[in-house]
């Protein structure tokens, strides 16, 4: 594994964007301005992983848990990653080893001590502080697909993203009707919360606490949902590239998203985008609280980078591209 530390920003280029508000829908075009923020900076570039599918933050040990799909069924993995990049261990938790299972690892959240993953059709909790494995909750019954990210809401329960899909030669086919968002319970109870049409593909799922809402980003189309559990339908607030795969919020409230197909993340601040172009397949992301930096797995690389996102002062409103 290699670890390569980076402060130097990346090159700007100035570019007219449709930008997209994050309170609601807004197609209304920008004009050139300069950067009015700091520009994000690569704080870490670090390898030594196998497929890296998503990252989670856990704030009480300050320490990022990137998912590993590994090499074979059965044999996925959980890392444990300092912000500053340093692997504190490679294989915390292991599948096949200490009575672990972990097919095929994606989305994680942590609620207390524990840290939940979705992976495949089950939710795997395991103890944050020793890796060792403490409940499994299938959804098997409910003929769950491809579970990809969850969440903690404000109601202590677990959401859960089903993208409804099936790998055919690398290829990630719908299958009619199957998206949905599930719902766990305390009591481990699994229901659907959320399957509507517009459910195109949905793979990152947060909670935004100003907001009050969860925010669900798409694979399959260009919209940003907004949905609070006790709607019926999820809104549309805002729009980006398609093959969206991780959201995240920052701590002073922007919101940011992944996107295969212009391999970018995309800081979104009120009108204004910031992109940071060159991630090929951008995974699930984790979001440092405490420092304001961003984990965005690269399964196709096997690599991790951790991008340092300043803050941004309250006006600021430009449109800002970043190309590596």
Known sequence: MTFRSHAVPALLVLAQLALVACGGPDRSKATRHPPAAPLPTRAADVSGFRRPEAAAYDSAADVFFVSNGGDSVGLGFISRVRPDGAIDSLRFIAGGRGGVTLRSPRGMTIVGDTLWVADDDAVRGFDA????????ISLAAEHAHRLDAVAAGPDGALYVTDAGTREEQGAHVPIPGA???FRIAHDHKVSVALARAALAQPRGIIWDRRGRRFVIVLFDASTILAWRPADSAAQVIGYNSRG????GILPDGRMVVTSWQDSALTVRAGAGLTLVKGFPAPGGIGVDTRRGRVAVPLAGENRLEIWTVPSAKPSTRAANALRR
Do not use: E, H, N, Q
């Not at 502080?129 to 499994?136: C, H, I, Q, T, Y």
């Not at 969206?244 to 959201?247: A, K």
């Open 129 to 136: 502080r020793s890796g060792a494995p403490l409940a499994v």
């Open 179 to 181: 998206a949905r968002i």
């Open 244 to 247: 969206m795969d991780g959201v």
